[in-house]
């Protein structure tokens, strides 16, 4: 990218392998967005976009169709009016505005949270602007099918529809962002909750390839996996049969897309029974493409690790997030003497069960194999708040912004200037991973983030 290429209205055009692409510059970064890496017709694997021709990248990606949500965020509201379209295969690009002619920063892509059924590439909430300048990368943020369009399988349709987009959007990154100044030869694939769960499946199937004997490139380099919840990972089949047979019997390929919805809140309330893993009912399917049998992936991993640095980590609090609108857990909190006590050991139970007794296991896995594993936490939490340092903790820190900081509840009882002095930890930690300055980073404040030998 150069200054000739400004025009007066401050747009930018880059020159892409998939075609001439019209960002702007926006404050301290260009930006494309909106770009489409893949169509898909309903219920349909995605095909690649390999020619855009002259494109306007100035709209922000759609987000996938979803059920809105019971309660109020807890880090605070969507501050954008994002458009909403089942053709959500669609990326965007941020990039330093100062860079340089020739200049090759390290590539962050960004796959969102959000249980496979919410959350946006381009949500206000993960504007990735601060940690691009801050830090000196080129963030690409996706947006994926999710819930019943996106992950479940049935007669309908092959489950992994929105693992599959990812993956074409990693292949496009592949391919042209270059000349947007990004190092291709340095991807690091960033991901919190279900996008953590789905980086470290990426990887499963990339290890899968390997095992087959096949000559895949890899998806991405590195990978950091924020929180994801890997003790609900196994077991799930019954679960997904059940969900099948509800959307089969409520719905057909052709149906309105409320009507959709209206079945994934159906198999939501279905899978309650199904003890934690059904507080998340939709997720990737083993033995579906691109992914191996249930029983095979722990291998996966192990062949695939050696290839792949991985960066893992988990928050001080997970479950917090959750339990506070949980009626057990209000009951315990409000049990007289002992409810206090009795409510963070079921935080902590709940925790270990969800997410940090799996995070540890890989963590371990991945190194005995012969990879290079990093285990951090981030502990960071207000005093006297009540939340703690609940999940999605890490991502709030790493997009602080002063906006978003103002009505988040866990971030109560903080200055400004407290949460964007732990933000700026957090991204510059995560960063030198993805640089690949040191695959383990030096905690320089151990209070808001930690790491230790898998």
Known sequence: ?????????????????????????????????GIPYARAGRFEKPVPVLDLG??????????????????????????????????????????????????????????????????AGDS???DPARFV??????????SYRLGVLGFLGSALGPANLGLLDQAEAFRWV?????????????????????????????????????????????LFDRAIALSPPLGIREGRSRMNALSARILEKRVRRESPIDDLLAAQKAIETAAAPFGYAGSMPFGVQYGHDPLPPEEDVLAAWHAIAPKVPLLISSVGTESSFFAHSMPFARFLRGLPRVGERAYWMFVDSASR???TKGIDV???????????????????????????????????????????????????????????????????????FAAGENSHPFTREPRVIRGFAA
């Open 133 to 142: 300048i801050e830090r000196r990368v080129v963030v690409v943020t996706v």
């Open 124 to 126: 206000s909430f993960t």
């Open 1 to 33: 990218m150069t200054s000739e290429r400004f025009s007066r209205e401050q747009s930018i055009v880059v020159d892409a392998p998939a075609g001439r692409v019209t960002g702007w510059r926006d404050g301290g970064v260009i930006r494309a967005t």
């Open 362 to 432: 890989l963590a371990h896995e991945w190194a005995a194999a012969g990879g290079t594993s990093h285990r951090a936490v981030v502990p960071w939490s207000v005093p006297g708040n009540p939340f703690g340092s609940p999940h999605v903790m890490d991502i709030a820190l790493l997009f602080s912004r002063r906006d978003s900081w103002r009505s988040a509840l866990p971030f109560e009882g903080a200055t400004w200037e407290e949460v964007d002095r732990a933000g700026a930890e957090v991204r510059r930690y995560l960063t030198n």
């Open 174 to 218: 592949r391919r042209n962002i270059s000349p947007f100044g990004g190092d291709a030869a340095r991807v690091t694939a960033l991901g919190e909750s279900a996008g953590a769960d789905a980086i470290l499946h990426h990887a499963a199937a990339m290890g899968h390839a390997i095992l087959a004997g096949r000559d895949e490139e890899l």
């Open 54 to 119: 002259e494109f306007e990248a100035r709209e922000w990606s759609p987000s996938a169709p979803q059920n809105p949500a019971e309660e109020p965020p807890l880090f605070g509201p969507e501050l954008r009016d994002l458009p909403v379209s089942e053709d959500c295969q669609n990326l965007s690009i941020t990039v330093p505005g100062d860079i340089r002619e020739g200049e090759k920063l390290p590539v962050i892509v960004w796959i969102h949270g959000g249980s496979y059924v919410a959350g």
């Open 353 to 355: 069960a969800v997410f």
